[in-house]
């Protein structure tokens, strides 16, 4: 429907209408990231778990 400006009709623009349809939504992190994020976390896991076993085998060498 187009709008009115002073005396003359104005057309909406159509481009804008679908882009102003594709906004909004959950903000969710994506499937990449929470990938990243828990091969990280394990990497963690598993630089710890290494340390840890060097100080045991240290500590059971004296």
Do not use: C, Y
């Amino acid at each position: 429907m187009p709008r009115v400006i002073g005396n003359t009709l104005v057309p909406r623009n159509p481009i804008t209408k679908t882009l102003r349809n594709q906004r909004g939504g959950a903000h969710t992190e994506s499937r990449s990231a929470v990938r990243q994020q828990k091969r990280q976390s394990m990497r963690q896991e598993l630089g710890d778990w290494r340390e840890k076993l060097d100080f045991e085998r240290r500590v059971s060498e004296r």
